[in-house]
């Protein structure tokens, strides 16, 4: 029998305001514990919220940008539970009006753009913080007593939650890769699940290839980078297979994914399923966004990156578009393309370099980029790297870094390969039946003896001469 | 009856409110009456009414995103039952 | 040497003429109140708190002890309050402060505001200074109280479903509930967020109507309130002509108003037609019969969550146990009285799963057909005018086994708070020798011509607000 996966994602987006969403305390890491909080955020008795009118602005760009419909009506309801976390008793949230419905996510593939629905977007506010004392690493489970800092509490959360769309690991993957995207570029938020300013739950349930039924589905939380993502709705699928093929009935619960052991843990037990008594909250007016607001915002939507891939693709592939787009590296591909660079080294200097590297791009003179992408092969491997990280600094020239020459003699470099081959006679051998990996590993060798001068190019060349290959 | 001894109990717990059977007896009896009275609500007809949420007709309140001073922490711990190195302290949820 | 006070006589505006006069100082007109105070609270039990030194240059103001005081406790009268001192002022606080109105003291209530009596005060009752034995009104029967006893010149008092007016109508004095959103309700102790309004508790209507502009506009911290569209003016006219008032005969037939009352309110109405207003029936179908059952589903379920902060966690007392979920619902249970434990429960359930379509969904069109019926009412009728309680005073004890009973207390003035209207009560007579309230119900922000009404019959009516047995 074979299995379809069927996943959704909810996606919770820390807007990057200056202030709280319903009270105007000032936002940011690292201030001194209840040292930015109010009688709003506090839920003193009698404080009421006002809301944050950038952060509806930015929700709606978000909307925007993910092809939904923006409510002309849109309400804020509270959503009512008791937890360390939430002073008031109850969450300001959206329930049945939210700012932003029925969008759509194109993600390009090889086989075409699968669309992955938005079915809403709405706009809330975060939870405080609670240290648990006491416990095993910090988690409630054995815990003697808990600390609650309210610093964070009352920062504006987008909560994006898309169709059970998704089919694969991978393809949540590399959704959560292009959303990220899309939101860094609005300007909105600064994304990133290792900071907490993106979260990422899973819905993942699994239905015989083929059918369209929808069967019980499990959440997953506390995943706290795509990889991870990844790697839970992967157990998470096969935990799920393994029940329905062994007769069991899956079980709708909520587990925490374990990066370290790959385990699901069942979340924090609760008495009984919550009852949020959602209403509409009584202390906020309703929001009609103007129609001048929705357009103006519409027209400051910059290129969005599935558009970019799609275009990007005609130039290079899909891979290598993807990587850059997602990356945010595609502007400074193609300006340095535009000074001269051949596009497909361009893109793997850039692909495999400046990803993730933590450079601004904005901050890359693209030319003398070019210059090294040109030069790369003719220069030793420890010059490049070093202008590669110092592209961004003010002023870079990749002059003194072309200046130098890696060694390309044959004749020079026979000897030293000669050298490593010798002194690695399991590896040779290993290669020899089919480990064609292994060359990395000589090269690697190699380079460590010419202290990186050598041309990887000239040596790989050699040895394959040298092991017949 | 339009509440039960049951239903009670449930809704004390959904309101953490741990109330003693002699209390659950006597709220369940006088809820009971109060929500008959209540009930008469279901005789009319509402067929197309809008709910009213608001009795004013406003709409788009809201703040420029510009930050005001927070309280200083003496204030924020004035009146905390319990407190600890600035943050407030309360005992652990029960697994 | 200074004049000595009549404080069962001064009012609020007599008071600020002595004071622009320098005939007296503030401090000795506080004085005179906390004189006045010392003589009569202890049997009265007005007051839940006094300010020894006064902080203002003019008239001495009491607030209702759901309005926060920046450095003075505020308990809503229950004990899951008892000892908390606000860090921040309520904004109508704070307005009172910028005017000069110097703080005599927070005023007892039924706790959060819930009652029509004060007796369910986690602090003992207020007494009625017109008859000990009685009740004042409630849920602010502290301020109506002090306010009739003399010892406070004009109160701020809060009300929901009749709070300010049915104690200002059982204690003999003047109380406006204002349209909803022309008052701030930051820093006040939330019961119902859409119903609940500060308003002004007098001897006169004009007094009412000055303190009323000292703390009525547009709040920024309050996303509910909304600019006057006009400045208060204070009344002068004494005549009615070109006013229309309307009887909705419900509101007069209602089951349960006592004779004595019928009659009183029924002078007062021949009176202001010879004063010149044209009086005319009207009707307001299903706004009586269908406004308390609206009313007790929309306020509890607001209620219930608006007392989910209380969890012993940031303030108040707290019952120490061994887990979270026992420590908050054990200092739940100990902190709240049975009132706010009924209304929190009764709330929980309108809203609960299954239960909202038919309770809380169903009130709010209710709702919206008891503000058409007013609205179409208020096309005919400038005012619309009733009893403001279908009972004088009643005895302490009487009704307090009985919660339903009680409710009934507010039948008249809960449908115009519905609405978001404002309503004035004035006193209009006595039956059996406690006074009755008359209620002029106006349109949105209408309170200028309730002013001009009530001023109007006030000056005709002549009644004297000191109670009998205080002359």
Known sequence: MSWEPVIGLEVHVHLKTRTKMFCRCAVGFGAEPNTRTCPVCLAFPGALPVVNRTAVEWTIKLGLALGCEIAEHSVFSRKNYFYFDSPKGYQISQYDLPFCISGKVLLPTAKGDRVIGIVRAHLEEDAAKTVHVGGRTGRIRGADHSLVDFNRGGTPLVEIVTAPDIRSADEAKRFLQLLRQTIVELGISDAEMEKGTLRVDANVSVRPAGSQELR?????????????????????????????????????????????????????????????????????????????????????LPELPSARIRRLEAELDLDRATVLVT??????????????????????????????????????????????????????????????????????????????????????????????????????????????????????QVMKETQGKANPRVVSELVRTKLGS | MAISREEVQHVARLAWLALSPEEIERFAGELDKILDAIGIVAELDLDGVQPTSHPLDLVNVWDDDVPRDSLPREDVLANAPLADGGLFKVPTWRQ | M????????????????????????????????????????????????????????????????????????????????????????????????????????????????????????????????????????????????????????????????????????????????????????????????????????????????????????????????????????????????????????????????????????ERAIALAEELGAEVGACSLPRSVRYGMPCYYLIAPAEASSNLARYDGVRYGPRVEDESYQEMVERTRDEGFGDEPKRRIMLGTYALSAGYYDAYYGRAQKVRTLIGEEHREALEQFDVLVSPTSPTVAFPIGERAADPLAMYLSDVLTIPSNLAGLPGLSIPCGLSEGLPVGLQLIGPQFGENLLFRVGHALEQALEFDTVPERLR
Request: aromatic share 6%; charged share 25%.
């Open chain 1, 216 to 300: 019980t589905r499990t959440e997953l939380k506390n995943m706290n980078s795509f990889t991870f993502v990844a790697r839970g709705i992967d157990a998470e699928i096969a935990r799920q297979i393994a029940v329905w093929e062994s007769g069991e009935e899956v079980r709708q619960e909520t587990y925490d994914f374990e990066a370290a052991t790959g385990a699901l843990t069942p979340h924090r037990a609760k008495e009984e399923a919550d009852d949020y008594r959602y209403f509409p909250e009584p202390d906020l007016v309703p929001v009609e966004p103007p129609g001048e607001l929705v357009e103006r915002l519409r027209s400051e």
């Open chain 3, 2 to 265: 200074a004049p000595v006070i009549d404080t069962l006589r001064l009012t609020a505006e007599g008071a600020k003429g002595l004071l622009e006069r320098g005939e007296i100082s503030a401090a000795e007109l506080h004085a005179a109140y906390l004189d006045a105070i010392g003589v009569r609270d202890e049997e009265l039990h007005c007051f839940l708190s006094t300010v020894d030194r006064p902080e203002g240059a003019g008239v001495p103001i009491a607030l209702k002890d759901v309005i926060s005081t920046k450095g003075v406790e505020t308990t809503a009268g229950s004990k899951i309050l008892s000892g908390y001192v606000p860090v921040f002022d309520s904004t109508v606080a704070a307005r009172c402060k910028d005017a000069g109105l110097p703080l005599l003291g927070k005023t007892n209530l039924d706790e959060f505001a819930m009652g029509s009596s004060t007796e369910n005060s986690a602090f003992g009752p207020t007494r009625n200074p017109w008859d000990p034995t009685r009740v004042p009104g409630g849920s602010g029967g502290g301020s109506a109280a002090a306010v009739s006893a003399g010892l406070a010149p004009w109160a701020l008092g809060s009300d929901t479903g009749g709070s300010i007016k049915q104690p200002s109508a059982l204690c003999g004095n003047v109380g406006l509930r204002p349209t909803y959103g022309t008052v701030s309700r930051y820093g006040i102790v939330a019961f119902a967020s859409s119903l609940d309004q500060v308003g002004p508790v007098a001897k006169t209507v004009r007094d009412v109507a000055l303190l009323y502009s000292l703390i009525a506009g547009r709040d920024p911290l309050d996303s509910t309130t909304a600019e006057l569209p006009e400045p208060v003016r204070l009344p002068e006219a004494d005549s009615l002509a070109g006013v229309r008032i309307g009887v909705p005969t419900e509101l007069n037939e209602a089951e349960g108003i006592e004779p004595g009352v019928a009659v009183a309110v």
């Open chain 1, 327 to 444: 990356g945010g590296l595609d502007r400074l591909w193609q300006e340095t393309v535009s000074s001269g660079a051949e596009k497909v080294a361009a893109a793997n200097v850039i692909a495999n370099n400046l990803v993730g590297a933590g450079l601004d791009p904005a901050a890359v003179p693209a030319k003398e980029l070019a210059r090294l992408v040109d030069g790369r092969e003719r220069i030793p491997r420890t010059a490049f790297d070093e202008a590669i990280s110092k592209l961004a600094d003010p002023g870079f020239s990749a002059d003194p870094y072309l200046a130098q020459e890696a060694v390309s003699d044959e004749a020079e470099l026979e000897p030293i390969v000669m050298r490593v081959l010798e002194a690695s006679p399991g590896q040779v051998e290993a290669f020899r039946s089919g480990k064609e990996g292994l060359l990395g590993f000589f090269v690697g």
